[in-house]
């Protein structure tokens, strides 16, 4: 593929197949009713989430499982460490802070997205099968085995095997088979949804956390999946019986609208009137809510006409950056009453009877939004960790505390800028709010606070001449000096006579900061595990 001439002869990785949560969302859910899975398929599950969820501030176990099975990020990895090590949510305030911000997260995407874990799925990278072993209608899937914990809370249906990979080397994996539903996001026509047979070809046994598609047919698969291609894209995957439809729809002609060529070299001029165009006539989010409001009002669902419309115009605005051609929306299609579980206060709104008004409902009232308790000095003689004490540390307490106050300063500073409410929050990346000038692009927006809090934390741990992103072995042997300079670290954040000294700027906002120790996590995890291993031989 050459799109245009250049010197550039370097390969950038821009994604890689790995473990990735599946979710369902507003539109599949849409679908999936319009083409007959019943409700109670959909409240049962949604119900599993939220009562697991409730549970984690509670129960290691429960906490431990539920973000294995429905997590993927850095700030994650934290809170699993932090579990695995012994620390329970209850007597560690950070570690409750971190698990109460994903918990909140969690339920308000149930309630404002409809976004439920399904633990039978996975996202998955589409790849084309280069063997030539698929027929049209068939696909593999190969998923590498989510973690078995104690309590096992979500079941994922599948086992192991052992199968011969790259290099002819033996892993385990799992290998689905029968009926799935894949696939893309977003999808609005009810041929988006497609069912395939997942089938076992050795040939693709190199190919994992990925779905492969035939290369023959009479149409690509992944074109029939909301016209999407094999270019990166992310596809739903589900090998769950409840959630396979009984009935299919042909899938839509996704054929864009013909492009403009132009005979001449493009001008400034013209760039300037495209962006005015493309900033103008960007209908996307209107198309999709009125496609919304319509799949849940009208007699046919989604396959009455006024949504099969607007799934032809949501085609047509997806290409509109590529194309130029915008896709007007009517005033025949232009909502004027919203159901209930849009949360549109300033319109004139109904009690949804469809799916998604009952989950909807069924969640509502649940208070995710629950504050963090003030951190005092009462709160810190209660919780302080002796076992994160190690000899000399007292050399290191003055540089910490100066680096405290100037770590403080610049986390409240990003937290500020961005209008994010707590410190936990934008440690894990569960964002619950931004500021009104950031809401337009929240999913954008959270990555460049992602970046931003990484460069932070870079900068930070710098003093300790480097750091390992080794997450599979974080305890290994450190400098002696290293440990008693995380051990002054959390001193500084922890012990009563520091509570209020390093971050008085923030108590009147943020609460006591406690996230500066933890940006060195491994060290202190090692001074932790080392106290308990030598508690284990005394006794």
Same mark, same amino acid.
């Given at each position: ?51 697991? +969820? ?111 990979? +790259? ?110 165009? /493309? ?116 050399? /290191? ?34 964002? +619950? ?33 480097? /750091? ?41 906002? /943020? ?13 202190? +995890? ?14």
């Amino acid at each position: 593929m050459k799109k245009f001439p250049s010197t550039h002869t370097g390969l950038d990785i821009l994604n890689w197949t790995h473990f990735m949560p599946c979710y369902l969302n507003r539109q599949i859910i849409t679908l999936l009713s319009t083409l007959g899975v019943s409700d109670a398929v959909f409240e049962r599950m949604q119900e599993q989430v939220t009562s697991q +969820l409730n549970k984690i501030l509670l129960s290691c176990e429960a906490a431990i499982e539920v973000l294995e099975m429905c997590s993927g990020r850095d700030g994650h990895h934290l809170m699993m460490q932090m579990l695995l090590t012994g620390y329970h949510p209850s007597a560690e305030p950070f570690l409750y802070r971190m698990v109460n911000a994903f918990r909140a997260s969690e339920l308000m995407n149930i309630r404002k997205k409809t976004r439920i874990f399904n633990p039978k799925g996975r996202f998955l990278m589409g790849c084309l099968d280069e063997t030539a072993n698929l027929a049209y209608g068939e696909v593999f899937v190969q998923v590498s085995p989510t973690p078995i914990t104690s309590c096992r809370i979500f079941d994922d249906g599948l086992k192991p095997v052992n199968v011969c990979g +790259l290099d002819g080397k033996i892993v385990r994996n799992c290998i689905v088979g029968g009926k799935i539903i894949v696939a893309k996001n977003p999808c609005v026509h009810p041929g988006d949804i497609r069912v395939l047979d997942a089938v076992n070809i050795p040939a693709l046994h190199h190919m994992v956390d990925c779905i492969v598609f035939p290369q023959c047919g009479p149409r690509p698969h992944p074109n029939e999946c909301s016209g999407s291609d094999l270019d990166g894209d992310i596809y739903f995957v589900s090998w769950d019986e409840g959630l396979i439809p009984t009935e299919v729809d042909p899938p839509m002609d996704y054929q864009p609208p013909a492009v403009e060529v132009l005979d001449h070299a493009v001008t400034i001029e013209e760039i300037q009137k495209y962006f005015v165009n /493309y900033m103008m006539n960007d209908s996307l989010g209107v198309i999709a809510n009125a496609h919304t409001v319509f799949a849940d009002c009208e007699a046919g669902r989604a396959r009455s006409p006024k949504c099969i419309e607007l799934a032809k115009l949501f085609s047509i605005a997806v290409d509109f950056p590529k194309t130029g051609v915008p896709a007007v929306l009517p005033m025949n299609l232009r909502p004027k009453i919203y159901p209930d579980f849009m949360e549109k206060e300033d319109k004139q709104q109904y009690k949804s009877k469809q799916i998604l008004g009952k989950l909807y409902r069924s969640v509502k009232e649940i208070d995710y939004k629950q504050p963090a308790a003030l951190f005092t000095r009462e709160d810190a003689k209660k919780c302080f960790d002796k076992d994160m004490e190690i000899s000399g540390f007292e050399h /290191y307490l003055e540089e910490a505390l100066t680096m405290k106050i100037w770590y403080d300063e610049e986390l409240i500073g990003l937290m500020n800028q961005y209008g994010v409410e707590s410190e936990a929050e934008i440690l894990t990346g569960n964002i +619950l709010s931004l500021s009104r000038y950031y809401r337009k692009r929240p999913g954008e927006v959270n990555e460049r606070i992602q970046r931003a809090v990484s460069a932070l934390k870079k900068e930070v741990r710098t003093s300790f001449g480097g /750091y390992s992103d080794d997450k599979h072995n974080y305890i290994r042997n450190y400098d002696y000096e290293e440990l008693a300079k995380a051990s002054a670290w959390y001193y500084v954040t922890y012990h009563p006579d520091y509570v209020g000294q390093a971050n008085d700027q923030a108590l009147s906002r /943020y609460n006591h900061l406690l996230s500066f120790p933890w940006v060195v996590y491994d060290r202190l +995890l090692a001074i932790k595990k080392f106290h308990q291993d030598s508690k284990l031989s005394n006794d």
